[in-house]
């Protein structure tokens, strides 16, 4: 992601920036892509860092192939 969106944009609007973004690829069926660029673009801002309970939440559903568990875990992050 451009490093001034992520600097310069409210916490509320890169999070939902990020989640729309995971969700493209969710709806390709690409559940890999999407779980790896979200975490990682969530880390980039440390406000938005994923505690480590979601952290290894998120990395159980990807081993478990689980898309459904990955759009519950992005729709209920705020």
């Not at 779980?35 to 990807?62: G, K, Q, Y």
Request: hydrophobic share 45%; with cysteine; glycine share 4%.
């Amino acid at each position: 992601m451009e490093r001034s969106l992520v600097t310069d944009m409210p916490r509320d609007k890169y999070v939902e920036r990020c989640k729309q973004r995971a969700f493209a690829y969710l709806d390709q069926g690409d559940l890999k892509k999407a779980a790896t660029l979200f975490v990682a673009d969530m880390n980039v801002r440390p406000d938005c860092e994923l505690p480590h309970h979601l952290a290894m939440l998120s990395l159980s559903l990807l081993m478990r192939d689980d898309a459904l568990g990955w759009r519950a875990l992005i729709e209920g992050l705020r």
